[in-house]
Each structure stands twice: as structure tokens, then as C-alpha cells.
């Protein structure tokens, strides 16, 4: 299996413009979760699916930002309008209800730079 | 609520062991986890423990829980400079399938 994968790796953007980050989750796996991660608050969780509904949003920031997740193998994460404070590394994980350890599998991330 | 609270910073000298420690809220977690994370990568599963297990080991890694005192730590032995990274301490939250409760994550620093 490829993994979770996430696009793109880099991304640098001026302040204002919309910011969308895509994550494709393990095939199978029914639990998708979004990260933030920033050297001040460490590693933050944003939001988390099941069966493609979200059930826990309550770590989005703001209403600058949402997720949406079609399909069982496609998410977004957008924010509009990026703000500096933006910046961060942005991890996409899945994980499967079938899995009896609950192993959560991270994808190699986005960088979002906000100038 | 739920936490799990971990030192940031860690130094030690190669081929001496590391001790990473954690402290965690819910005694109802089933499974803990460690994660690593290299520069520049997402975060990859080290290794777990049952709740109803002490101890396991594997390899240069051992792991030790307490229960009663909530205390989860990673021991690494013969520490080598490629086991520089972050490492993360999870829980597996107890009433919310499938979600994890992460540490701030231990920056472990191994100079030669």
C-alpha cells in the first residue's frame, strides 16, 4: 500500500488567498483525522471522520477553516482567508475501526507558508 | 478531560540509553503508543502496550506501564545518532473510537 498521501508537500501563499490541502487515506480505513503541528502548540488534532462524517470538529480554529470528505478516499482541508499564523505543518492520518490497536498511519505532510 | 504530558527535551551521548517519560489522565485508556517523528516526516508508529501489560520489549526498545500511576516510558538502549527525533506519547482515548491523545512530543538529541 502507498500509504496515506498528502499534496501538496510545500506550499507558499500571501495572505488572503484560499489554501486547499488534500489527503488520500489508507485504502479501507474508515477514520481520517487532520493535524496541525506548530513549534508553540506542538501537535494539534483539527478535525476527525467516519465513514466520510465529520464527528469531532471542535480543534478547527475558526471558521476560516473547513473539511470536507466525499469519498472514502479523499479529503480537503481548506482555509480561506489564510492568515501568517496559518503557517504550519499540516498531517492528514487514517486509521480502521477494524484495526484492534487503533494504529494511526500519518502522511509525510504539508508545509503552509502564509507570507 | 483527557491529557498525557511528556518532558520536551532530551540529551544524551551515544550508546548510552535514553529514557523517555510519560504521564497520561485516562485509566481507561486500552492501548499507549509511542511515535516517532524525523525531521521533515509525519509521525510513524514505534511501538504499543496493552493496558494489562507491565512491560514489552523489542529489540532496543523497551517500553514500561504503570497503571496505577499513569506513568508510560520508552527506554532506548545503545542509543545511536539516527534515533534523533521527536517521539510522541499516546493514548488511545477511551470513549471516542479511533481518536488519539497526543503528548508535546520529546525532542531526543544523541551526540557522538
Known amino acids: 500500500d502507498a500509504g496515506v498521501i498528502q499534496s501538496p508537500r510545500h506550499e507558499v501563499t500571501e495572505m488572503g488567498q484560499e489554501v486547499t490541502l488534500r489527503c488520500k487515506p489508507i485504502?479501507?480505513?474508515?477514520?481520517l483525522f487532520w493535524y496541525r503541528q506548530t513549534m508553540m502548540r506542538g501537535l494539534e488534532l483539527l478535525i476527525y471522520?467516519?465513514?466520510?462524517?465529520?464527528?469531532?470538529d471542535s480543534g478547527m480554529p475558526e471558521d476560516r477553516f473547513s473539511a470536507k470528505m466525499p469519498n472514502a478516499s479523499f479529503s480537503t482541508l481548506k482555509i480561506q482567508p489564510s492568515e501568517p499564523r496559518d503557517s504550519a505543518v499540516y498531517f492528514c492520518?487514517?486509521?480502521?475501526?477494524?484495526?484492534?490497536?487503533?494504529?494511526?498511519?500519518f502522511g509525510p505532510g504539508t508545509r503552509l507558508t502564509v507570507l | 478531560g483527557e491529557d498525557v504530558e511528556q518532558s520536551l527535551f532530551l540529551s544524551v551521548r551515544e550508546g548510552d540509553s535514553s529514557v523517555i517519560n510519560c504521564t497520561y489522565t485516562?485509566?481507561?485508556?486500552?492501548?499507549l503508543y509511542w511515535y516517532k517523528q524525523e525531521p521533515g516526516a509525519g509521525l510513524q508508529l514505534l511501538t504499543y502496550?496493552?493496558?494489562?501489560?507491565d512491560m514489552k520489549q523489542d529489540q532496543r526498545l523497551t517500553v514500561l506501564l504503570n497503571k496505577k500511576d499513569k506513568h508510560l516510558s520508552l527506554r532506548i538502549a545503545d542509543t545511536q545518532t539516527g534515533d534523533s527525533a521527536i517521539y510522541f506519547c499516546?493514548?488511545?482515548?477511551?470513549?471516542?473510537?479511533?481518536?488519539?491523545?497526543f503528548g508535546q512530543g520529546t525532542e531526543l538529541s544523541v551526540k557522538p
Open positions: 485504502s479501507g480505513h474508515d477514520y
Open positions: 471522520f467516519n465513514n466520510n462524517v465529520p464527528i469531532d
Open positions: 492520518a487514517s486509521t480502521s475501526s477494524l484495526s484492534r490497536t487503533d494504529t494511526q498511519y
Open positions: 499516546a493514548e488511545r482515548s477511551g470513549n471516542q473510537g479511533g481518536k488519539l491523545i
Open positions: 502496550i496493552f493496558s494489562n501489560m
Open positions: 485516562d485509566s481507561s485508556s486500552t492501548y
